[in-house]
């Protein structure tokens, strides 16, 4: 007899997912509101139709997260309408792959890779953070990946984007 029980953790949590609308932020969202989670998205472009059609539960705000005004609505969006933040998914993130000899036709899209990645997710973690501590819990997942540990030929910007986003969780979990 199998004595390992397994427990849905998601099952009515709030979870705040930036970049919602495409990519792993949306399949985050759907899986999380199949698991009986309460999925805010938050996103610049809006799928909680697909969500609810699957019998999940989601909301949507308009965010852009490389504005902070609109990542602190997205937070007060997602307490005003649940009551409370969960979970907080920094998803959001752009990839512009450019040698540095592209610099003159690539510095817009590394300047907006900049502003998603590092502002976005700082931006995140400020919004929600005083709701979690006064929840007295809460948890905080921002998406790096494995670029951000090595420099890649063509990917200088990004690799830095996905560094710092490491380091903003490892230093909020030192300091949690």
């Keep these: ?6 427990e ?3 099952k009515d949590k709030v979870i705040v997912i930036t970049g919602a609308s495409s990519g792993f932020g949306k399949e985050t969202a759907k899986k999380a509101a199949e698991l009986g989670g309460k999925v805010v998205l938050a996103a610049r472009r809006e799928i909680t139709q697909e969500i609810r059609e699957s019998g999940g539960e989601a909301s949507y ?4 997260v490389r504005v902070k005004d609109q990542v ?3 937070a007060k969006f997602a307490v005003d309408t649940y ?3 969960d979970v907080l998914v920094n998803d959001a993130g752009t990839m512009p792959l450019a040698y540095y000899s592209e610099h003159a036709i690539a510095m817009e899209a590394w300047e907006q890779s900049i502003a998603t990645a590092i502002n976005g997710t700082l931006y995140g973690i400020a919004a929600v953070y ?6 007295g819990q809460g948890h905080i997942v921002n998406i790096s990946s494995i ?10 910007v990004y690799n830095v984007t996905k560094a710092a986003v490491r380091m903003l969780g490892d230093s909020l979990r030192v300091e949690s």
């Design 72 to 74: 602190n609505a997205m």
């Design 147 to 156: 670029l951000g540990n090595y420099p890649v030929s063509g990917c200088g």
């Design 8 to 10: 849905n953790y998601i």
């Design 83 to 85: 009551g409370r933040i």
């Design 1 to 6: 007899m199998n004595s390992y029980r397994t």
């Design 61 to 64: 705000i308009k965010t852009d």
């Design 130 to 135: 005083d709701q979690m501590i006064e929840q």
